[in-house]
């Protein structure tokens, strides 16, 4: 659905371009635990065009939560933006957090009972790895043609923070 106006090729680019924060916290949650996993040389393909900015991203201390405030602050929260950009954004930024709290309850709760190398942690994190790149898949393709991405839940959320 295309509205509050139309949306430019520097509109679609930018828009796209904010999906790279999720694909490096995906690369930081699913890379440790899945060792062994039959993901990895997927993962490993993944993060090869990565690989610099994976490397500035985890070299940074506390790189994510700069980038979310950087980019909420300075592309959500501002008006003269186009609609498109910030929605897009602010649908990153919410995978982003995702990622970030799916991590979190893993290395808190989940990894102590579940261990790291069984089979449940393999397919969940395969699970997680698989339903993320569909969705920034999804979310990139419908940007790259000038569409918002509705996500149902996700994108219910973006509508109440982007006016």
Do not use: K
């Not at 295309?2 to 930018?14: A, H, L, M, N, P």
């Not at 994510?64 to 929260?77: D, E, G, H, N, Q």
């Not at 969940?124 to 000038?146: H, K």
């Amino acid at each position: 659905m295309t509205w509050r106006g139309s949306t430019t090729v520097s509109d679609r680019i930018f828009a796209c371009l904010a999906y790279f924060i999720p694909l490096l916290d995906l690369v930081v949650l699913v890379a440790t635990p899945l060792s062994g996993s039959f993901l990895s040389p997927l993962l490993a393909l993944l993060a090869v065009p990565l690989a610099p900015l994976f490397l500035l991203y985890s070299s940074i201390p506390f790189a994510s939560l700069i980038l979310f405030f950087a980019l909420f602050l300075l592309v959500v929260r501002n008006e003269s933006i186009p609609h498109f950009i910030r929605f897009n954004t602010m649908q990153a930024l919410l995978f982003s957090i995702a990622l970030s709290l799916l991590g979190i309850i893993w290395s808190a709760i989940l990894a102590p009972i579940f261990g790291v190398a069984g089979l449940l942690t393999q397919t969940l994190f395969n699970a997680i790895f698989l339903g993320t790149i569909a969705a920034i898949a999804y979310s990139l393709v419908q940007s790259a043609l000038g569409r918002y991405a509705e996500i149902p839940t996700i994108s219910d959320a973006v509508h109440m923070q982007v006016r």
